[in-house]
């Protein structure tokens, strides 16, 4: 019964992990650094240096706040009713993937419906590429990781089927 609930959940524990440190580094970091304010972290590498953004990634659908949170909600919602209804047939690898991007999507909600944009301050320094955050960052590896798994594994894509075979016909 334990172990049933922990396999269950497992996703949704590492969300929570992902959704508190992306908090906590974003609640630090913006105490201690002005808005544009550049941190060197690794010289010529990477820095911190606080921004706003009130669009998606790379500046799309810029000041539609609103309409991104009611997006990342929906996304939310999907992802957790499709953990909560495949949790049998959803392996290790795809469990921590989905738990990545909804933690990180969380991440993200969060900062729109309380300050109206998403607070960015990972700058990578080497490279012409927007600066981005923990949510960010774990959104684009989760994703990674099913893309991959599902590109590369085709074989260990699921150990069963979830949804009711007469939906799939």
């Known amino acids: 019964m334990i172990k049933d609930i922990i396999n269950r959940y497992h996703a949704f524990y590492l969300a929570i992990i992902v959704f508190f440190t992306d908090r906590f580094v974003k609640i630090v970091l913006s105490q201690d650094l002005l808005y544009n304010e550049n941190l060197k972290i690794w010289n010529g590498i990477l820095s911190f240096t606080k921004t706003y953004n009130t669009g998606a990634a790379f500046g799309m659908l810029k000041d539609n706040a609103i309409l991104l949170a009611v997006f990342s909600i929906i996304v939310i919602i999907s992802i ?63 994703s990674i990781i099913l893309i991959t798994h599902l590109l590369f594994f085709p074989g260990k894509k699921q150990q069963g089927k979830c949804i009711n075979s007469e939906l799939t016909q």
């Open 80 to 142: 957790s009713v499709y953990l909560i209804k495949c949790y049998k047939s959803i392996n290790e690898i795809n469990s921590i993937a989905w738990g990545l991007i909804l933690g990180g999507t969380l991440g993200n909600v969060f900062d729109r419906l309380i300050h109206g944009y998403v607070i960015d301050f990972i700058k990578l320094e080497f490279i012409n590429f927007p600066i981005f955050n923990i949510a960010d960052l774990c959104i684009n590896i989760g």
